[in-house]
Each structure stands twice: as structure tokens, then as C-alpha cells.
């Protein structure tokens, strides 16, 4: 505590006395200023146990198995970062439309389910280092014989998404002239696609690859690839937090970067995908 004798003669009446209170004046304000930066940073939290929200719909990334259990890339991904940090981690699988509510909402404490760190996205939450970023990619019915995906070739046709994501925002920028349908999961959208009721699907590459060599295998093909708008897109897929929870965030993106520069990453990787996840 700094005391400030206001009433000293010495301080009164003059130029340097009223130059010394000055100083004085400051340097309580400085004081305080600095007690509440080491208060600030006493009350961060030391993050031990960590829950982690995930969609479990969207495979090979998070999905839910026979056992209604959670597998898929992140899953394991995440395990491994919680693992290296010494961490405990703890899931909770949340509908996608609601997962960013949820985490605002304190339903757990970050979210790792495949979500592109878009600016809109950045308005209510922070991301962590980007740990996915791949093509984006058009699928439709075997008989289809055109590789054009262009708005204007396929105006009039029925071109589906999952809601709320980055390709449903593409679609309905740029494909005004189709019949945009958007769907709860992906999952509904390629049951669509496989039953005849729906002509095109657009998602992440790596998501349809996952039907295609599957239930999709007999009814549908690639035919072509959506061009990335880093508007839209975002620089990839990251981890998001709350805004006020930058040293959870500080802490996965450095296991991330770690992770990425020692091999787990790939390690990981290649068990689920084919292609190099992190292109750019």
C-alpha cells in the first residue's frame, strides 16, 4: 500500500508539491493496476481435467458404434494429445446444430468434431492451431456421367449439406439456381443421395470417402471438387473454446503443433485416411 499525505505543507501550495502528489497519485494507480494483473493471473485455471464435446455423427472423424461408444480420428487424436499432457479427458457427444450453445453454455470445454475455424465462428468462440485441412468434395449417383460442379450445371438440380456447416453456407451462396437441402447429420444427406432422393452432396472429402468405400459404395461416385473459399472455409479445421478460456486454447494448440512435428499426427492419421490430412 502506498499512502499519499495529501495535507503535508511540504506538498501544498508549490509547483513541486503539487508535481510530487502527482507522482504519488500515479504510482497508486500503478500499484493497483498490477495487483489486479497477479489476481487475474492467480485465478487462471490450471486445466487437469478437460471435457470434450464431439458430434458422434460424422464419420471416420467422430461417430458413435454399435456399442454407443465414441470412435474416429479425433478421438483417437484427442486421447493422444490429453495423453502427452497429462490430462484427463472426458467426452460428451452433442447434435451438431447445438454443439457451439453447448460449449458457450459450459456443457463441457472445448469441441473437437470437425468444425472449420471460420471468422463467423471466431464472433462467439476462439480456435485452436488447425489439425485438419482437406479437400472438399461433390459425390452423386453412379449414372451421373458430367465432372462439371459448377453452379450453372447444376442449376435445378437437388444439391444437399449438413446444416450449419461450411458447405451449406457454400451452397446456398453460390448455388442459388439448385435446389439446396440441408440435412441434421451427413449421414441423412448420403441416405438421401443412396435412395434416389437427392442428386449431389457436397461435404469434406474425406467424410464421403468414408461412405462411398461403404453404403455408398453400389450408388454413388465422386465427380468432382469445390474450389476453397477462405471466406467461407477458414484456414481448416481447429478446436474451439470459450473466448475467456485462452490458456485451455494456448495448451491444445501447442499439442497440436508438438504432435504435428514428432509424428503422432501422421500416425494417427494414416490409420483413418489415405491422403495427407494437413494440405493446403
Known sequence: MIWVDETSPANSGTMEGLLMKTIRIAAVAVAALLAAAGVAQ???????????????????????????????FEIDYVNALCANMKIKCTWVAQDWDGIIPALLSGKYDIIAAGMNATDERKKKVDFTAVYTRTPISVIAAKTVTSSDVSPAALKGKSVGAQSSTVHANYLEKFYSGSSVKLYPTQEEANLDLKNGRLDYIVAD??????????????????????????????????????????ALR?????????????????KIADKYFKINIMAD
Open 42 to 72: 492467480a485465478q487462471q485455471k490450471e486445466w487437469k481435467e478437460v471435457r470434450v464435446g464431439t458430434e458422434g455423427a460424422y464419420p471416420p472423424f467422430n461417430n458413435l458404434n454399435a456399442k454407443g461408444e465414441l470412435e474416429g
Open 205 to 246: 472429402q474425406l467424410s464421403l470417402e468414408d461412405f462411398i468405400n461403404g453404403q455408398g459404395k453400389d450408388c454413388c461416385k465422386f465427380v468432382g471438387e469445390v474450389k476453397r473459399d477462405p471466406a467461407i472455409h477458414g484456414p481448416g479445421v481447429g478446436m474451439a473454446v470459450r473466448k475467456e478460456d485462452t
Open 250 to 266: 494456448d495448451m491444445f494448440s501447442k499439442a497440436i503443433e508438438a504432435s504435428l512435428k514428432d509424428g503422432t499426427h501422421k
